[in-house]
């Protein structure tokens, strides 16, 4: 990581991005998503198909959000994954650290197809990168845009929010 | 608390909707939804329970198109307003860039208005977010029924500090848009 903290986060997530491909791969998923505990999708990996990634992330996200809640009612300090299996979709939810959460969507092959594996792929190369954009990631130098933008924006929301003729 | 994603050249901001039950945050955001152009929003999705009250959230994201290189996204999302889901409202909250007050403007519903408020407070402390720092702003709904109270009773009891806020008859539209402008704005100013 160089000394630049912009340009340490944006390695740090090139990083992320990787590691999210390879457990992509290594789970032979269909498509991957990280979350954000606001819910946001911040790094994505694979092919979505006809699935919206911002939909299934925001659904994912409270699923995640809610289990975890209920986590220590169960008297366990995080829940380890969740798997859930549907006719045509399978999907394996992972907590990852930083409040973050990582989903992987499975399309069925068959009808006779089992369940997921319950052990799952090693998400550790993934934690690790999130750990490592925790340590450089600053507030303030990933927030920055200019007034430029602002102006841009300000018209975009005017342009948007407002009745359809 | 909005993310501004370098890599992948793209920034998203979470709007939450707040206040108490059956005083119309799912209206406003049916109503944002059903008029703003089609190419604009996502798919919007309400987790609601037989009878129509919002059990869990509602969402619906806004696309605003590429800004200056940046995709800019809004994902606004609606809480429970009943009583008892405070967990519920509580995970909404997680990350949120703007927030707006949905206040019933009826006279009878004042007590729920301002337990709303505190809630909403106690919800952001736990979180150790301070509102004061969070683009706000508070919607006065229902100015179309009998026995409302007046914007300056309201304001006394929710608006002490004077954050911007807006009348609305959310089932007309009135105001919906104003509102959601105005904390859009406060939210993107955030940003710089």
């Known amino acids: 990581m160089s000394g630049d903290p912009g340009r340490s986060a944006g390695e740090a997530r090139a990083r992320i991005r990787s590691a999210l491909g390879e457990l992509v791969k290594a789970d032979e998923a269909e498509f991957g998503l990280l979350l954000e505990d606001s819910g946001i999708v911040s790094a994505a990996a694979g092919s979505p198909g006809k699935t919206d990634p911002v939909a299934f992330g925001s659904l994912a996200s409270a699923y995640v959000a809610a289990v975890s809640d209920l986590a220590p009612a169960l008297g366990g300090g995080r829940f380890s994954q969740l798997l859930q299996t549907g006719p045509r979709s399978r999907i394996r939810l992972l907590p990852m650290p930083a409040g973050r959460a990582a989903v992987l969507l499975h399309r069925s092959r068959g009808a006779t197809e089992g369940g997921l594996d319950e052990e799952g792929p090693d998400a550790a190369p993934l934690e690790a990168a999130i750990r490592a954009l925790a340590k450089v990631e600053t507030r303030a130098g990933d927030r920055r845009v200019g007034r430029e933008w602002i102006r841009a924006a300000e018209h975009e929301i005017d342009r948007i929010f407002r009745e359809k003729s | ?192």
């Open chain 2, 1 to 192: 608390m909005s993310m501004i994603n370098y890599a992948s050249r793209e920034i998203n901001c979470k709007v939450v909707y707040y206040g108490t039950g059956l005083g119309g945050k799912t209206t406003n955001l049916e109503y944002v939804f059903s008029r703003i152009d089609p190419e604009t929003r996502g798919k919007m999705i309400s987790l609601a329970t037989e009878t129509d009250r919002t059990l869990f959230f509602d969402f619906l994201p806004v696309d605003l198109g590429s800004i200056r290189g940046f995709k800019t996204r809004f994902h606004l999302y609606t809480v429970p307003g009943q009583v008892y889901y405070n967990a519920s409202r509580k995970l909404i909250l997680k990350g949120v860039d703007g927030i707006i007050f949905v206040a019933d403007s009826q006279r009878h519903r004042a007590e729920a208005n301002v337990e709303a408020m505190h809630n909403l407070y106690e919800n952001l402390e736990s979180y150790g977010y301070d509102l004061s720092t969070i683009p706000f702003a508070i919607q006065y709904n229902k100015r179309d029924l009998d026995d409302v109270m007046s914007v300056e009773e309201m304001r006394e009891q929710l608006n002490p500090g004077g954050v911007p806020d807006f009348e609305a008859v959310a089932t007309e539209g009135t105001g919906v848009f104003e509102t959601l402008k105005g904390v859009s704005k406060l939210v993107v100013k955030t940003l710089s």
